[in-house]
């Protein structure tokens, strides 16, 4: 009952509490970004897909500038992260748009992350189940070392929280991410500014 009905109230009513709760806080992290991104705009929409692999558009807050070389070509990753964006991922406060996400029915509060489209054709059968729920703002594996782990375990991870949903695993999972934000862990791979592609191995 919980999974296919009571879920979804609980998500929808817990984003609404939320967004009332930090909408000041968030215009305050709209105006520092709208600065820091030099004109890049303050936040970043992508293509992903949802529970059955249905494509939605996830929001965040964009965390980088728009910069090119001389060539036209973007900037690695590290060299656009600003300051504030570095701040702004470190406490996962680009993750808090996807409150609308939640709202609009693409997204619950807790399940297997929003990954790109183009990872769809590289899993197995085994981890294309983590598509049997709706992705979330966080999941099992981001308590157990998000971008921190190898792209093998995370899969892993969000298999067994689709074999085990529930209410209980559901609140354990959001006290433990507060835990995580406030602890900083698991932000980036070693060695990297965020995380490494996933090629269908690694």
């Known amino acids: 009952?919980?999974?296919?009905?009571?879920?979804?109230?609980?998500?929808?009513?817990l984003a609404i509490c939320v967004l009332f709760?930090?909408?000041?806080?968030?215009?305050?992290v709209i105006i520092f970004?709208?600065?820091?991104?030099?004109?890049?705009?303050?936040?970043?929409?992508?293509?992903?897909?949802?529970?059955?692999?249905?494509?939605?558009?996830?929001?965040?807050?964009k965390t980088m500038t728009d910069e090119r070389d001389k060539d036209g070509k973007l900037l690695p990753d590290e060299k656009r992260l600003t300051r504030v964006g570095r701040v702004v991922r470190s406490l996962s406060i680009d993750?808090?748009?996807?409150?609308?996400?939640?709202l609009k029915g693409d997204m619950a509060f807790v399940g297997p992350r929003p990954l790109l489209p183009k990872y769809l054709p590289l899993y197995s059968k085994e981890q294309f189940?983590?598509?049997?729920?709706?992705?979330?703002?966080?999941?099992?594996?981001?308590?157990?070392?998000?971008?921190?782990?190898?792209?093998?375990?995370k899969f892993e991870y969000d298999i067994w929280y689709v074999d085990?949903?529930?209410?209980?695993?559901?609140?354990?999972?959001?006290?433990?991410?507060?835990?995580?934000?406030?602890?900083?862990e698991g932000i980036s791979k070693e060695g990297e500014a965020t995380t490494v592609p996933f090629d269908g191995t690694n």
Not at 1 to 13: A, E, P, T
Not at 34 to 61: C, L
Not at 168 to 182: A, M, S, Y
């Open 1 to 13: 009952m919980y999974k296919n009905c009571l879920k979804r109230c609980v998500d929808c009513l």
């Open 95 to 102: 993750e808090l748009p996807q409150l609308i996400n939640v």
């Open 164 to 184: 085990h949903l529930s209410l209980g695993l559901d609140l354990k999972i959001l006290l433990l991410t507060v835990k995580k934000v406030f602890v900083r």
């Open 21 to 28: 709760i930090v909408w000041p806080f968030l215009l305050i």
């Open 129 to 153: 189940r983590r598509h049997e729920v709706r992705p979330g703002i966080t999941g099992w594996a981001q308590i157990n070392g998000r971008n921190n782990i190898s792209w093998t375990k």
């Open 33 to 61: 970004l709208y600065f820091a991104n030099k004109g890049a705009g303050v936040f970043f929409t992508q293509e992903r897909p949802g529970r059955n692999a249905k494509i939605f558009r996830v929001i965040k807050f």
